[in-house]
């Protein structure tokens, strides 16, 4: 038998032999988990369970549900949403969950140091965290997986930027939220690249008539200001209301987004608005569970997982506004 004969014959001898090794569970590399039921989309089963900040009835949050949701059914999971503005009776929702022993957890941290044990408890217990929304830059340090969300200080800064170029030069930053860090992360990173005037105004996002009217009062009390920035959709609207009774010509330009808002975008209202796509928050943070139970994926490799910002103007806001009133956008 010539070399090149013998070389053939021992290829064929050799692909039975690396097609059983291949098939052996011995020799599997990242063995799906136990709990996956057959592995394929709709079919892991995992209990999941989506503890936010988001208070009731707030249109941003109903999105970020959605999402979850929606991942929840598209890959068969059980899945849980609870949420809860007090950051310690948020806290508390976590511990449950961790108590009710989910097969992973999705946080958003508006106030991490009042989450920080809850978090880490889960992870002590063995249940894979992702956090999403506010809270990034103590993901990490608290055990979580990843984070998905926008960049809080990188959107700011396109805002004070954008606005900056429109002339602005002494603006007020609405905060819905006291105690979310990362609203005020927007604030200051859009008073940085603005590089006038900006003075954060508290309001309370759970009371829109007071934030009407907290908002007009400001503008009457200080006709020089030209520039009004606010950090949520709902809040965006009553603002536009606001400037029109004191009857200001400051430009408005908000983070968040809704149908209001895309509409609003469209017609000059409001300047731009800055869209973090929630709903792809609370798709990602789920889908990101099941694959690491299912096959130990990981994505950021350490970084925040971009949703965000992208800026809704003229130009877009129509195809978004139909989005956004489908509850997606």
Known sequence: MTRRNR???????????????????????????????????????????????????????????????????????????????????????IDAAVNQKVDGLVVSMANPGALKASVQKAVAAGIPVITINSGGSDSKAFGALSHVGQDESVAGNAVGTTLKAAGVKNAICVIHEAGNVGLEQRCAAAKTALGGTMTNLQVDNNNLPAAQATI????????????????????????????????????????????????????????FAVDQQPYLQGYLGVQMLALYKSNLNVLGGGQTVLTGPTLVTKDNAAQIEKLAAAGTR
């Open 216 to 271: 007009k009062a400001k503008l009457q009390t200080d006709p020089s200001i030209d520039g009004v920035v606010t950090l949520g959709g709902q809040v965006a609207v009553v603002a536009s209301n606001a400037i029109g009774e004191a009857a200001s010509t400051a430009k408005l330009a908000t983070f968040d987004l809704n149908a209001d808002v895309a509409k609003a975008v469209q017609s000059g209202k409001i300047l």
């Open 7 to 93: 070389a053939w014959v021992f290829a064929a001898l050799l692909v039975p032999v690396l097609a059983l090794g291949a098939c052996s569970d011995d020799n599997a590399v990242n063995k799906p988990d136990n709990n996956t039921q057959g592995g394929g989309a709709g079919k892991y089963g995992y209990k999941i369970a989506v503890v936010t900040h988001g208070a009731s009835g707030d249109a941003f949050w109903s999105i970020v549900k959605a999402g979850a949701e929606k991942a929840g059914s598209d890959l068969g999971l059980n899945l849980t949403y609870a949420s809860d503005g007090d950051p310690q009776k948020q806290a508390q929702l």
